[in-house]
């Protein structure tokens, strides 16, 4: 309890500046004499305190101390404040208060190099994943895959995850016995039960992480009109440069129902090449998108 007050007693100092005794005795619900007993041991431990007597006066640290300058270097301290920064911006619990209580101890100030905007987005969702995952909860949702079936599952979250532009959760299913990954954007009705479990030995456990396992793959090759050379970069690695200024590239994706969406968002300004049943395909799936326009 001591060590605590002792730290707590540092960070006021160092906000406030000047504190008398007896407002910090009535903060920690100690004695004045007890306070004035934590800075002989403050002091006796190497930190530059002092007290003033009379009016005005009160405890104070030294005008340039840093605690900090003995336990981390700079570049430490540079680490921890953007981690915080990290945890701030995706709206973590208490963040905003630590990361001030140690910009202050640090004597740095505050640069907002991230900013995650959650408006309209699955930011319940994020948090409800990340509180079952720190207080290892089993989670239920509804979640629709890539081929519009909707099922229902548990799992034991564990981790969360971003790539290819969008957030996953990662976790052991309860009704598929294995790891799998979700897609935040098609989780619904997500709810965190009062159970508890316990982390398993992940080595042991067979993992299909992508659902694309069980989709054969094929090799596309796409001309991407100049009209779409910013989706382009989004989209793809750099492909070969045209005369005319499209773009051809190559990729292989598993083939299923969103590559076919894929290549129709680009409309008119992407022409699939190869190989030659995809192209019937989409212009199949063209033909009909017509039709509904008759």
Not at 177 to 197: D, N, P, S, Y
Not at 227 to 240: Q, S
Request: charged fraction near 25%; glycine fraction near 6%; proline fraction near 5%.
């Amino acid at each position: 309890m001591q060590t605590n007050r002792l730290f707590e007693i540092i960070y006021i100092l160092l906000d406030k500046k000047s504190v008398p005794a007896r407002e910090l005795a009535a903060q920690f619900g100690v004695s004045t004499r007890t306070i004035y007993r934590d800075i002989d041991v403050l002091s006796s431990s190497g930190i530059p305190v002092y007290t003033e007597k009379g009016k005005g006066g009160g405890i104070s640290l030294l005008p340039d101390f840093v605690l900090s300058k003995s336990i981390l270097n700079e570049k430490e301290q540079n680490e921890i404040l953007s981690a915080l920064q990290g945890l701030q911006a995706v709206k973590a619990t208490d963040a905003d208060s630590i990361l001030q209580k140690l910009s202050a101890i640090f004597n740095k100030s505050i640069t907002p190099w991230l900013d995650v905007d959650f408006a309209g987005w699955c930011e319940d969702i994020f948090n409800n994943f990340k509180y079952a995952i720190l207080e290892r909860k089993i989670v239920q949702f509804d979640y629709y895959g890539v081929h519009g079936d909707k099922t229902s599952r548990r799992i034991e979250p564990i981790q969360l995850c971003f790539f290819s532009k969008a957030w996953y959760v990662k976790g052991y299913c309860l009704v598929r016995q294995g790891i799998r990954m979700f897609k935040l954007t098609r989780v619904r009705e997500l709810t965190v039960a009062g159970e508890h479990f316990v982390m398993r030995d992940l080595r042991t456990i067979p993992t299909n992480e992508s659902p694309d396992r069980h989709r054969p793959d094929i090799t596309l090759k796409i001309r991407v009109a100049p009209e779409m050379t910013y989706r382009l970069i989004d989209d793809f690695e750099p492909g070969e440069p045209q005369p005319d200024g499209s773009h051809i590239v190559t990729v292989t994706w598993p083939e299923d129902s969103w590559v076919y969406g894929f290549i129709l968002s680009y409309g008119e300004y992407a022409e699939v090449l190869e190989p030659a049943h995809l192209r019937d395909i989409i212009k199949e799936k063209a033909k009909k998108i017509t039709e509904l326009y008759l």
